[in-house]
């Protein structure tokens, strides 16, 4: 295939061409990128799911343990502690106390420094211990003394702090949490507790902050924007169990909570503030989705109502960006630590409002409730994109300005067949690709069969074809993500993401799909070159080639190629003999439905980096196998 860049032509491109998705599935934040190390740390609950005793075991088995629900509790939000009581109300002497499993074990680091805090109500003479142990042998890593309650604290909640540097390292991550104290020093009976908390070190030292192994290994994407809260989550299941982003803000004692929409309670620890300083750090454009009266259960809210829906999305907004001294949500968030206003560009209105409820609830989006958001944003934040759930390949004509999402979870053909998929689309419909995965194999198997339990080498060469076919459209489309982005490999409901991970760091697994993202997310375009085919053409080679800062970029990939294609490229007015360029090339197994499995820590893909001299005529010369994904990269501009 021979292969000509101009040097002019082409355009401009999205400043955020690949970006993160993040909503709490497959305990992606909590026990997933959220760092507490404590599960059920406050036993928050919801009709859904109950408050429970999750994760919580007596120590030595010699103490009871109950919940209660006092009569002052810690908070309004929080209503239920951890009652403590020696199981021999009067003979009992010795150490008890409770013990955590955290999210299927946890990590315990030499000379690493655990934050831990929690609050206890009653009266004890003594001190507590925190420590930190093996299941296993019952070797201790870590404790630490922490004062106990005072006859004067007693009778209301007190909060202790304490640090826990273990002297040595675990050799696995079968580990607990204690607080133990004296049987003998309890008076009244019993101790309550409540919001127990453990941090490591977290990433870019953010208090209640990031886990930063996957949080760096989300940074090594180059993402450019996070979209947030959801995906379903932010839709919850009920008009009543929706993401309320106003309880995700605050004291971790004044958040109650959600029922997750995933097949588990949320601790919302990683709430509004927490996305938008996660945004602070890794530089990402926040595309903050708010909730739009729709449920996943297909109810919505009625036409007269929809004004307190919008009023409410609204002070969300002007939370984020409110000023601090003029305005009453820009106060709220100044008085939580956040003076300056952030920015925000994009607002999405929902989530998938073409599918929960179809075809009623989404007429209602059609009708009246996507326009009564986009009204109200213009008027109040012009300079703020609208982005729409649906997109028009969602048969939603998106009234101007608006934008819309598109959501492709497909096979690795149909990904194939979508390269030219947003070549006819006019500039008028902005297109954010908010949630895409290949999630399924070829064979014509739709949302029936099974999805897969894994990201494939094959699958993931098919959304790079696609990503491709959309860089060529970047004037059009605002971005890409891949959703969902991290799965505990404990507790999971989708296989297929960026990341598997558990407790152990050792477990954090780059999917044969984040290889494929981070490859094209890293070499972002600036423009568009065009691409003219002196002989051969797109396919089995589908490719995008462009500027960016300071370099011309070439990106391509192979699929149902009976051979290696040969490639003779050359960029117009730009290289002499033996110029050189850069030419990554991942390539995969033999087997297209190989797979990077945490558990044999084999990497199935392959990535190679090699100069490539250009020829006399200043053309450089390669192969691409079947099944590869590639970006040859030409410093000049
Ligand atoms: O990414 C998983 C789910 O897929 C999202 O919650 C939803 O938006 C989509 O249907």
């Known amino acids: 295939i021979d292969l000509l860049v101009h040097s002019s032509g082409g355009n401009a491109t999205s400043p955020i061409a690949y970006g993160l998705m993040h909503e709490d599935i497959n305990n992606s934040g909590d026990g997933g990128i959220y760092a507490e190390l404590i599960r059920n740390r406050a036993f928050q609950g919801s009709e859904k799911f109950p408050s429970s005793l999750e994760a919580w075991t007596p120590f030595n088995g010699a103490s009871a343990l109950s919940l209660k629900k006092l009569c002052t509790p810690l908070s309004a939000a929080l209503p239920y502690s951890l009652n403590v009581a020696p199981k021999s109300a009067t003979t009992q002497q010795g150490k ?179 996305y938008m300083e996660w945004c602070d750090d890794m530089n990402l454009e926040p595309i903050v989705a708010v909730w739009d009266g729709l449920a996943l259960d297909g109810n919505y809210v009625p036409q007269s109502q929809i004004g307190e829906v919008v009023q409410y999305a609204l002070d969300e907004l002007e939370f984020l960006t409110g000023d601090a001294a003029t305005t009453k949500w820009g106060a709220v968030r100044a008085s939580l630590g956040h003076p300056r206003p952030w920015k925000i560009k994009y607002v999405e209105i929902g989530n998938e409002d073409w599918l929960a409820g179809r075809p009623t609830a989404y007429d209602t989006y059609k009708q009246y409730r996507f326009q009564a958001f986009l009204t109200a944003f213009n008027d109040k934040y012009p300079n703020i994109q609208v982005i729409a759930s649906p997109s028009v390949f969602d048969g939603m004509v998106i009234p101007a300005p608006g934008a819309g999402d598109y959501h492709p979870y497909l096979t690795p053909d149909k990904f194939v067949a979508a390269f030219d998929k947003f070549d006819n689309l006019s500039k008028q419909n902005l297109t954010l690709i908010g949630e895409a995965a290949a999630t399924h194999p070829n064979g014509g ?110 990106k391509a990939a192979v699929y149902n190629a009976t051979q290696p294609v040969e490639i003779s490229l050359r960029f117009e007015g730009m290289t002499a003999k033996g110029q050189t360029a850069a030419l990554t090339v991942l390539r995969g197994p033999q087997d297209p439905y190989g797979v990077n499995d945490p558990f044999t820590q084999i990497n199935v893909v392959n990535e190679t980096t090699l100069a490539v001299a250009a020829d006399e005529g200043g053309v450089f010369r390669f192969s691409l196998p079947h099944l590869s994904v590639a970006v040859l990269e030409l410093a000049g501009n």
């Open 96 to 274: 008890i106390g409770i013990v955590n499993s955290g999210f299927w074990g946890m990590d315990v680091r030499a000379e690493q420094k655990y934050s831990g805090s929690f609050y206890v109500k009653g009266g004890y003479e003594g001190h507590f211990t925190a420590s930190l142990q093996s299941v296993i042998t019952g070797e201790v890593f870590a404790a630490v003394k922490v004062e106990g309650v005072s006859s004067g604290e007693t009778g209301g909640w007190v909060r202790r702090e304490f640090t826990i540097v273990p002297g040595k390292t675990a050799g696995n991550s079968n580990n607990t949490f204690a607080i133990t104290f004296d049987a003998a020093g309890v008076k009244n009976g019993s101790l309550n507790f409540n919001l127990i908390s453990l941090f490591p070190p977290t990433y870019k030292n953010r208090p209640n902050g990031l886990r930063i192994d996957i949080a760096e290994a989300l940074a090594e994407l180059k993402p450019k924007f996070l979209r947030f809260p959801g995906g379903n989550m932010l839709e919850g299941d009920t008009l009543t169990t929706y993401w309320k982003w106003n309880e995700t803000i605050g004291p971790l004692k004044d958040r109650p909570g959600m029922a997750g929409v995933w097949q588990y309670q949320l601790t919302t620890g990683l709430g509004l503030v927490e």
């Open 445 to 554: 198997i739709g949302w029936d069969g099974n999805l897969m339990a894994n990201p494939w080498w094959g699958g993931s060469v098919g959304e790079a074809i696609f990503l491709i076919g959309a860089e060529r459209n970047s004037e059009k489309v605002i971005g890409a993500t891949y959703a969902p982005g991290l799965r505990n490999l404990n507790r999971w409901q989708w296989g297929m993401t960026l990341l598997q991970h558990a407790a152990d760091p050792a477990l954090t697994t780059r999917s044969t799909s984040w290889h494929v993202w981070r490859l094209l997310g890293s070499h972002v375009l600036t423009q568009t070159l065009p691409v003219t085919a002196q002989s051969g053409g797109i396919r089995p080679l589908y490719y995008v080639a462009g500027k960016s800062e300071g370099t011309h970029v070439f």
